[in-house]
């Protein structure tokens, strides 16, 4: 296990998508009132950031904003086509006032 990264919770808009900067290709952390979910900020379609998709927060889903597959904030599978790979997720830690994401 290991930190990939770390954000203030404050800076985490509720029911919104976030880039935040670690890993091979960012990470897409959501907060969706006192959950919270992390995911690979790429989605598997093509090289585009799910952190500007569209959070559902009654489905729990980030949809790319390019061809619209929606992603499951749980798993990181696809629920729609195209996308027809996962996107890896992450655990998420709180420590003190910081989200921390680390790497299983
Ligand atoms: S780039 Fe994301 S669904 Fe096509």
């Known amino acids: 296990m290991s930190?990939?990264?770390?954000?203030?919770?404050?800076?985490?808009a509720d029911c919104a998508a976030t880039r935040v900067a670690g890993?091979?290709?960012g990470v897409c952390v959501v907060r969706s009132g006192s959950?919270?979910?992390a995911l690979d900020d790429?989605?598997?379609?093509?090289d585009v950031r799910l952190s500007e998709g569209e959070v559902d927060c009654e489905e729990?889903?980030?949809?790319?904003?390019?061809?619209g597959s929606a992603f499951s904030l749980s798993?990181?599978?696809?629920l729609s086509l195209p996308a027809t790979r996962p996107v890896a997720v992450?655990?998420?830690?709180?420590?003190?006032?910081?989200v921390v994401v680390i790497d299983k």
Do not use: F, M, N, Q
């Open 75 to 78: 798993d990181g599978e696809p």
């Open 90 to 98: 992450y655990e998420v830690l709180i420590d003190g006032d910081d």
């Open 42 to 46: 790429r989605c598997s379609h093509a």
């Open 3 to 12: 930190e990939l990264a770390r954000v203030p919770l404050a800076d985490l």
């Open 23 to 25: 890993g091979p290709d």
């Open 60 to 67: 729990l889903t980030v949809e790319c904003w390019k061809h």
């Open 35 to 37: 959950k919270l979910y």
